[in-house]
């Protein structure tokens, strides 16, 4: 079947089982930011303080902060490994629109890095005390947050993929575009554990996960086509 | 005085013996475990302060010792493998640590639920839950660092390390409740010779126990083996090993 | 017995839910774990035959070769 017959879905189910097959061979990408998640939310009452009053009081930060660094840290085998072996190349090459192969790997990475973190935050609420009211925010905020992560985030691989020392350039890049879903996910938590409504600032997280998800593949994309070039 | 253990240094003969042990084992762990159960469950009497909950504690309390237990095994293989460079001491330090890392989840998990009827919260950070906690994030260091390696002797040299390094957590853990006022009740069992349990909750949890720790064993066996044939795949004994293996399935 | 009757044994003086919950987790987390260490013991073979068969394979593949090779040469020499 020649490559250019392919159906939208097709390309679309192809690329996303390729990464996702890649990934479940190597385990260790899967289950090592996920352990960092959990390490360095255990560091936070280590350092502050067992006391349930002060941890409660801050656990949505802590939570969304180390949701962030995981994330950052899954980031780089969005499209390191491909870019080495000259698969990526191959793939902006072919006739196929380059934003349904972003949008494919950028669900792989996230079915592979943020579903795992969205699974175990509530395991690591209760290890610090989140107000009980919070749960259903804290996990509405991950799963509405947690794919813009994965959009942003590759917006900031794609530019740095060809570079040789990358690895602190990337967090400098991504953060700052991270802190609007921080800012608006820790508020909604934190308004939930007042008992308020938080639907306002969910609609805001909404806003920008449609948001990038209809442009970062193209952000992606045309930042792709410089690093290979 | 080490001599009968020798020939235990061929991992043909390690194979061979640890697939003899595994159905002893297995019956063994079967009996135990189902006394145990059943005695801890139906018939051992409910504590007069804690009720029905406490029936948690023969669960709990054999997987706290099982995990501390295991990666004290663990250390010993790694340490028998860096100091005498006994490589079979690799293959059994693979074997054991997914089997540790599994109970003391089981230890932190039933902790939490008994933790939660008795003192009102599923967590709380003190000594022995931090440690014991850490205990876990070793245990799951020690699993990832070894699949990070693709040979498997470097893997075997880089997981001892850090489980070496990781031994001192243990008696942190153990003493912990004694050098830290904590949430977490004393010792009750170690004291040798005049536990302040009573007899009617003893045996029961010496029978849960025995049988995890059997149990325990049984799955160690089947991992090392695994192990022993993943290292030594080339080998001619391997290799007839496995088509003899094969031909029974066809057969079958 | 301790309990006079099973809706008694199932309830744990109250204690139900988190009586069953430690003793389901702990006896799903273990049986996973000795199943999957059997699975995990049945591939590790299959793999090893795989690579075996595949060594085969390629061992005849050169010996064919080899053969084809001089059958050749005493072709030409005659």
Request: aromatic share 12%; hydrophobic share 55%.
């Amino acid at each position: 079947m020649p490559i250019s017959n392919l159906s939208y879905r097709a390309v679309f189910l192809l690329v996303l089982k390729r990464d996702l097959t890649i990934a479940l061979r190597h385990k260790d990408d899967i289950v090592n930011p996920l352990l960092f998640f959990v390490i360095v939310v255990t560091l936070f009452p280590l350092g502050i303080g067992p006391e349930a009053q002060t941890l409660s009081r801050i656990a949505p930060g802590i939570i969304w902060v180390a949701a962030l660094l995981a994330t950052l840290l899954s980031l780089d085998r969005l499209f390191k490994s491909d870019h080495n072996d000259g698969s990526l190349e191959q793939m902006l090459l072919s006739p196929l629109p380059v934003f349904i192969l972003v949008i494919a790997k950028i669900f792989a990475h996230w079915l592979i890095t943020g579903l795992p973190l969205i699974l175990i935050a509530p395991l690591l609420a209760v290890l610090l005390h989140l107000n009980e009211q919070s749960y259903g925010a804290l996990m509405l905020t991950l799963l509405l947050g947690t794919p813009v992560l994965s959009l942003l985030g590759a917006i900031g691989v794609a530019l740095t993929v060809g570079l040789k020392k990358d690895g602190v350039l990337l967090s400098l890049l991504v953060l700052p575009l991270y802190i609007p879903v921080l800012i608006f996910a820790t508020s909604a938590i934190d308004t939930a554990a007042l008992g308020l409504p938080y639907s306002g600032q969910l609609a805001i997280i909404a806003a920008l996960f449609f948001g990038s998800l209809t442009l970062a593949p193209f952000a992606v994309g045309a930042a792709l086509k410089v690093s290979t070039n | 005085m080490w001599k009968w253990l020798h020939p235990y240094a061929n991992p043909e003969v390690s194979y061979h013996f640890t697939g003899k042990l595994i159905p002893w084992l297995s019956a063994l762990t079967v009996l135990f475990l189902a006394i145990g159960i059943v005695w801890a469950l139906a018939f051992a009497p409910a504590d007069y302060q804690q009720g029905d909950s406490f029936r948690i504690f023969y669960l709990h309390v054999p997987a706290a010792s099982l995990s501390m237990g295991l990666y004290f095994a663990m250390a010993v293989a790694a340490f028998t493998s860096m100091v005498w460079q006994f490589k079979l001491a690799d293959a059994s330090a693979a074997a054991l640590a997914p089997v540790g890392a599994v109970f003391t989840a089981i230890a932190l998990i039933t902790g939490a639920a008994w933790g939660k009827p008795m003192w009102g919260t599923w967590w709380i950070w003190d000594a022995r839950l931090t440690s014991e906690l850490l205990l876990l994030f070793l245990y799951l260091g020690v699993i990832a660092l070894h699949n990070a390696f693709e040979d498997k002797n470097l893997a075997g040299k880089a997981a001892g390390i850090l489980t070496l390094v990781g031994v001192i957590n243990l008696p942190i853990i153990k003493y912990s409740v004694e050098w830290w006022n904590t949430l977490h009740q004393g010792s009750t069992v170690s004291k040798l010779g005049k536990p302040s349990m009573s007899i009617e909750m003893l045996w029961p949890f010496l029978f849960c126990f025995l049988g995890f720790a059997l149990l325990a064993g049984v799955i160690v066996c089947i991992r090392f083996r695994s192990e022993i044939l993943n290292r030594n795949s080339i080998r001619p004994w391997v290799r007839n090993l496995v088509s003899a293996q094969l031909k029974t399935l066809e057969s079958k | 017995m301790q309990f006079d009757s099973f809706q008694a044994f199932l309830n744990m003086g109250g204690y139900g839910f988190y009586v069953w919950l430690s003793f389901g987790v702990s006896t799903v987390l273990l049986l996973t774990l000795l199943f999957s260490s059997l699975k995990n013991h049945k591939q590790v073979i299959k793999n090893i035959a795989l690579r075996q068969q595949r060594e085969d394979k390629l061992r005849q593949v050169r010996k064919n070769r080899q053969n084809a090779q001089t059958t050749i040469e005493n072709e030409v020499s005659k």
